[in-house]
């Protein structure tokens, strides 16, 4: 839970808040006024902005973000550039052999009596991106708030939520998709090579040749050290244009074949092997790719091998949720009572609510990537 300015609200004030709220809603007038009365007390504003934050936070939670399933999380304690440092080590000092016998590649050289162990040849890699700040503010009037006040105010944490919510799907679509592309797209696949026997060209449409092909690239691809850069289950992220034919692939149970002439053929039949690849509609990949063909294949959640997650959701500790403020310009009456943010500004009878969502998001290990633009 992000951190929420307004919970030492009083108890009772946030009880009464609630249950005014709550039958303000269903067009209780008497309501409507005591509402608006509570809200020229300090302990009225207080629990009032409180339940607008519970209530973003709680939307929040329930947002139908898609980040989560290609980027890990990540929390950060203040602005400053992340420093992402992959270490990594080879055997390139190691001798080739022990005692004139090879040694495996990925094994530890043999270390004879009184002998000087052999160093570890060691590298590393720093990717560098930042949490950043991303906001907006409604502004309203008096006159608004009193006409109808709950269908305007009442609905911006929702409106907050949605807002907040897509800032994190279009962050962290922009670190996959420019990480992606950095990488050798979808390699061409002859036919002999191709797993189902099906020539696939360097960055093809998908099609179910097409994404098999790219899953074997993908499952076959190593690290310096041979090892695979990823093991577990795959993401396909697509346009929303696409997802009509990613959902046919996906649904496959079986795939036929038919080679030869229409007079002497041989049909060949398998089970399709993606049951590991989920299937994400992402509406920001078009905008960053600049059209609705391309499809990237990548480890699900942004888990990968040793180098690190392929894609970073970075967040700020304490800011983890987005925060609602209002303004609180209203000013005093003659005897020195505060006025609620409601009651408008003191200049022109205004007054504004605003969200903050802090967050930042890049690729650390671009590796178990596949991309492919669609245009083969």
Do not use: C
């Not at 080879?90 to 001798?95: A, C, E, H, I, P």
């Not at 039949?269 to 690849?277: E, F, I, K, R």
């Not at 609180?328 to 505060?338: E, R, S, V």
């Amino acid at each position: 839970m992000g951190r929420n300015l307004y919970a030492n609200a009083h108890p009772v004030a946030l009880k009464e808040m609630a249950r005014l709220t709550d039958e303000l809603i269903q067009g209780n007038r008497v309501a409507k006024e005591q509402f608006l009365e509570r809200l020229g007390t300090s302990d009225g504003v207080f629990a009032f902005a409180n339940l607008a934050n519970a209530s973003l936070q709680t939307e929040y939670a329930r947002a139908g973000t898609i980040w989560q399933k290609f980027a890990a999380r990540s929390v950060v304690q203040d602005f400053r550039k992340i420093n992402w440092v992959s270490l990594d080590y080879n055997f390139d000092n190691f001798k080739k052999a022990d005692k004139g016998v090879a040694r495996a590649n990925g094994a530890l050289p043999k270390v004879a009596e009184g002998e000087k162990y052999q160093a570890f040849s060691l590298s590393s890699d720093t990717q560098d991106f930042a949490v950043e700040k991303f906001g907006a503010q409604f502004g309203l009037t008096w006159e608004a708030f009193v006409n109808d006040p709950y269908n305007i105010v009442g609905r911006l944490p929702q409106i907050f939520r949605d807002a907040a919510a897509d800032t994190l799907d279009a962050n962290a679509t922009r670190a996959l998709f420019v990480a992606a592309d950095s990488q050798p797209h979808l390699a061409a696949a002859s036919a002999d090579v191709s797993p189902t026997g099906v020539a696939v060209l360097a960055d093809a449409k998908l099609s179910y040749h097409s994404l098999l092909a790219a899953r074997a690239q993908l499952k076959n691809k190593k690290d310096a050290k041979g090892n695979a850069v990823t093991t577990g289950n795959l993401v396909l992220t697509v346009s929303p244009a696409l997802v009509p034919i990613a959902q046919a692939i996906l649904s496959q149970q079986t795939y036929s074949i038919r080679t030869g002439t229409a007079t002497n053929f041989t049909d060949l039949t398998g089970a399709v092997a993606l049951g590991d690849v989920e299937l994400v509609e992402n509406k920001y990949l078009s905008f960053y790719s600049g059209n609705d063909t391309t499809w990237i294949l990548s480890p699900a959640g942004g888990n990968a091998g040793g180098p690190g997650p392929a894609v970073i959701q970075a967040f700020l500790a304490g800011e983890e949720e987005p925060e609602i403020r209002v303004s609180g310009l209203a000013g005093y009456t003659p005897n020195g009572q505060a006025l609620p943010f409601t009651a408008g500004s003191f200049d022109t009878d205004t007054f504004d609510m605003r969200v903050r969502v802090v967050n930042g998001a890049g690729s650390v290990n671009p590796l178990p990537l596949i991309l492919s633009d669609g245009t083969a």
